[in-house]
Nanobody
Framework: QVQLVESGGGLVQAGGSLRLSCAAS????????MGWFRQAPGKEREFVAS???????????YYADSVKGRFTISRDNAKNSVYLQMNSLKSEDTAIYYC?????????????????WGQGTQVTVSS
């Protein structure tokens, strides 16, 4: 079992920044790909960003078009943590953000491919 705990959400004005953190515990492995998803009220959960594992660099990343260039996903394997730096936030970024982990080295945008989920952290962007 893997437990994931998100933190760092909050209220921010449009154009501002937030950094989300996700700490993993339990049967973690540095070969586990991680992802961030979000769900806005009345909408389905959507992919935000994912990071895989590479022995060459810090991890191969993949982003939804809606956040590309504004959000950055990163990880610290020594701390079993993954982060989501969110810049130039917009009101449409308002959602509950979830951290997820999958037992694969490759990134994925498919929520169904992730077996472990955190409880979520609220991000609210005021316009």
């Amino acid at each position: 079992q893997v437990q994931l705990v998100e933190s760092g959400g909050g209220l921010v004005q449009a154009g501002g920044s937030l950094r989300l953190s996700c700490a993993a515990s339990g049967r973690t492995s540095s070969t586990t790909a991680m992802g961030w998803f979000r769900q806005a009220p009345g909408k389905e959960r959507e992919f935000v960003a994912s990071i895989g594992i590479s022995s060459i660099n810090s991890g191969i990343t993949y982003y939804a078009d809606s956040v590309k260039g504004r959000f950055t996903i990163s990880r610290d394997n020594a701390k079993n943590s993954v982060y989501l730096q969110m810049n130039s936030l917009k009101s449409e970024d308002t959602a509950i953000y979830y951290c997820a982990a999958r037992t694969s080295t490759y990134y994925s945008a498919r929520a169904a491919s992730y077996g472990y989920w955190g409880q979520g952290t609220q991000v609210t962007v005021s316009s």
